[in-house]
């Protein structure tokens, strides 16, 4: 082999090389998974009832003031959540399946950081039979709210999956108080 084309071979892989390292440095936050459910003692229906109805998330959600939905529980919905701290959320909702009790909704673009320190955040909530009861699952995909590669505290993975737990374990706790028979 001709003794330059070997150099400038060499170079050449050394130059991508060193591209791929950076661009594997350079990629940003990866999204953080929140998995929560619960268990209830009430039939699958019942559960769906009361937590797959879009517009009523603070009928059973005990941090909420207040929530509502423009469109309903219809694809492309968009509904604001006021939280009894202070502070809004809102959210659109994507797919809602009654047959199989699932709906999946994201976060709108507009989070405030202050309010819950993430960047974005999508979510499925389902219904599943469980015994003779049922179980309540949310399962969420998140971005932190500071997407730089150092993070500033409070703006990291860890705050976005604190904070997004801290959001819906008292809700699922409620749900499953709302739903115990009596």
């Not at 909420?64 to 959210?91: P, Y």
């Not at 015994?131 to 399962?139: A, F, L, P």
């Amino acid at each position: 082999m001709n003794p330059r084309l070997h150099i400038a071979s060499r170079a050449a892989a050394c130059t991508l090389l060193g591209c791929l390292a950076q661009a594997a440095l350079a990629h940003g936050p990866t999204p953080q998974k929140i998995d929560e459910q619960v268990e209830v003692a009430a039939p699958p229906a019942a559960a769906w009832a009361l937590v797959g109805d879009f517009t009523r998330f603070a009928t059973w959600h005990p941090g909420l003031a207040a929530s509502t939905a423009d469109r309903g529980n219809s694809v492309g919905s968009r509904r604001t959540l006021t939280l009894a701290r202070g502070g809004t959320l809102t959210e659109e909702l994507d797919e809602r399946l009654d047959g199989e009790m699932s709906m999946s909704y994201r976060s709108g673009r507009d989070l405030d950081p202050a309010v819950l320190p993430v960047g974005s955040y999508s979510v499925r909530l389902r219904v599943l039979p469980a015994g003779s009861g049922s179980r309540i699952e949310w399962r969420a995909r998140a971005y932190r709210a500071d997407s730089g590669n150092e993070p500033a505290e409070g703006q990291d993975d860890e705050a976005a999956v604190t904070a997004l737990r801290e959001f819906i374990r008292p809700a699922l706790a409620a749900a499953r108080e709302q739903l115990q028979p009596r």
